[in-house]
T-cell receptor
Framework: GAVVSQHPSRVICKSGTSVKIECRSL??????MFWYRQFPKKSLMLMAT?????????EQGVEKDKFLINHASLTLSTLTVTSAHPEDSSFYIC??????????FGPGTRLTVT | QKEVEQDPGPLSVPEGAIVSLNCTYS??????FMWYRQYSRKGPELLMY????GNKEDGRFTAQVDKSSKYISLFIRDSQPSDSATYLC????????????FGAGTILRVKS
């Protein structure tokens, strides 16, 4: 149980385009989902917290107009990187939380902006 | 000072060794403690979840929490090459809401 999927696993896009990443909880309802960014050989950096049906809460320094988060249902959250630039290239990971504090992570999406 | 300190390693051990991974923290408000394993280019996988002080065992893994010393450990017995990964400690508490505070992660290499 507690499986979280992400799609796509890898994406390459051109500078200036937008990319959408999906995060799904497959076998449980996630009241809260989180989006992280991870640089090579670094720990996870929390970008935003999203609760189903409400606006996401962004961490300090994260541009909400650039990283659009939608949490449309209890099993789906999306992250859209708008007007992507090479510096947005990174590993993006989502997690989903059940009723307890435990967070279950997706497999990650590697974004490369050329 | 970081809220959660974790030696990044790498830690290199021979197959079959007992591995000890540790994190220290500064805020006594942390109540929930987790260990995640992350293979290269993959998402973190929850290994152990403990609440407050004490020990928890699951197969070859034992998690220890000492709140008086603000110190948590993960022990891996009979380590295998497949245990080679980055191990992240994470913690949370009421003060942090739903958020996890992560350590830097320790790179473990188990050599056959």
């Amino acid at each position: 149980g507690a499986v979280v999927s992400q799609h796509p696993s890898r994406v390459i896009c051109k500078s200036g385009t937008s990319v959408k990443i999906e995060c799904r909880s497959l076998d449980f309802q996630a009241t809260t989902m989180f989006w992280y960014r991870q640089f090579p050989k670094k720990s996870l950096m929390l970008m935003a917290t999203s609760n189903e049906g409400s606006k996401a809460t962004y961490e300090q320094g994260v541009e909400k107009d650039k990283f659009l988060i939608n949490h449309a249902s209890l099993t789906l959250s999306t992250l859209t990187v708008t007007s992507a630039h090479p510096e947005d290239s990174s590993f993006y990971i989502c997690s989903a939380r059940e009723a307890s504090t435990q967070q279950y992570f997706g497999p990650g999406t590697r974004l490369t902006v050329t | 000072q970081k809220e959660v300190e974790q030696d990044p390693g790498p830690l290199s051990v021979p197959e079959g060794a007992i591995v000890s991974l540790n994190c220290t923290y500064s805020n006594s408000a942390f109540q929930y403690f987790m260990w995640y394993r992350q293979y290269s280019r993959k998402g973190p996988e929850l290994l152990m979840y403990t609440y407050s002080s004490g020990n928890k065992e699951d197969g070859r893994f034992t998690a220890q929490v000492d709140k008086s010393s603000k110190y948590i450990s993960l022990f891996i017995r009979d380590s295998q090459p497949s245990d080679s990964a980055t191990y992240l400690c994470a913690m949370s508490g009421m003060e942090y809401g739903n958020k996890l505070v992560f350590g830097a992660g320790t790179i473990l290499r188990v050599k056959s």
